[in-house]
Nanobody, 122 residues
Framework: QFQLVESGGGVVQPGGSLRLSCAAPGFTKDYYAIGWFRQAPGKEREAVSCITDSGETTNYLDSMKARFTISTDNTKNTVYLQMNSLKPEDTAVYYC???????????????WGQGTQVTVSS
């Protein structure tokens, strides 16, 4: 397991934007994929997006595809999730996770951050 740290969550009104950050110093060296997941109370953890060391990106749900963008910085030590046009149903704890490849299955990932809370409310 490797250390990952999420940040950037907060409270935002519907239609607003947030950019989440995942500090992942082992990206492209110790692991080859970073996934974003989210989990709301009483719900299963679900995949949001994923990026590989080659730059391939995936957004998993139609409700997110046009609104969320995953990216990395120049050093690839940080992975971002830009979230626009936020909706109340986006409210959840958001996690980043690392492993050798992308998967929609949370159990696939061996390394996880502690999560950052995103609340979308008027």
């Amino acid at each position: 397991q490797f250390q990952l740290v999420e940040s950037g969550g907060g409270v935002v009104q519907p239609g607003g934007s947030l950019r989440l950050s995942c500090a992942a110093p082992g990206f492209t060296k110790d692991y080859y994929a970073i996934g974003w997941f989210r989990q709301a109370p009483g719900k299963e953890r679900e995949a949001v997006s994923c990026i590989t060391d080659s730059g391939e990106t995936t957004n998993y749900l139609d409700s997110m595809k046009a609104r969320f963008t995953i990216s990395t910085d120049n050093t690839k030590n940080t992975v971002y999730l830009q979230m626009n046009s936020l909706k109340p149903e986006d409210t959840a704890v958001y996690y980043c996770a690392a492993d050798t490849g992308c998967s929609v299955v949370p159990q696939y990932f061996g390394s996880w951050g502690q999560g950052t809370q995103v609340t979308v409310s008027s």
